[in-house]
């Protein structure tokens, strides 16, 4: 059974970083894409940041120079670093494998995986 535990978040001052992190279990992780999806109040969960298997990245314009995606293949673990951050940023972050057409950019790729976990909740505010 395929298994994402997101954690690190929290309450952040606008301007501050935070780390988050994402376990995954129940896949062959070293060979998927990941990413990190958002999901604000009342908006649709959207990609803001993806990696593939060989460690390539993308981001949304929103979070470009601002966020920086890794992952750790030994640990099947999956990281976002967040600097900079603004009120804007405030919502529930997800992980998930990704899916679809690397060169179509972030809008060509999907979650792979159906059972989201329970997101970890991103507060940015003074």
Do not use: H
């Not at 969960?45 to 030994?74: C, H, M, P, Q």
């Not at 009120?87 to 494998?97: G, I």
């Amino acid at each position: 059974q395929v298994q994402l535990v997101e954690s690190g978040g929290g309450l952040v001052q606008p301007g501050g970083p935070l780390r988050l992190s994402c376990a995954a279990s129940g896949i062959i992780f070293s060979i998927n894409t990941m990413g990190w999806y958002r999901q604000a109040p009342g908006n649709q969960r959207e990609l803001v940041a993806a990696i593939t298997s060989g460690g390539i990245t993308n981001y949304a314009d929103s979070v470009k120079g601002r966020f920086t995606i890794s992952r750790d293949n030994a640990k099947n673990t999956v990281y976002l670093q967040m600097n900079s951050l603004k009120p804007e940023d405030t919502a529930v972050y997800y992980c998930n494998s990704l899916i679809g057409k690397w060169y179509r950019g972030l809008s060509g790729l999907g979650p792979g995986v159906g059972n989201w976990g329970q997101g970890t909740q991103v507060t940015v505010s003074s």
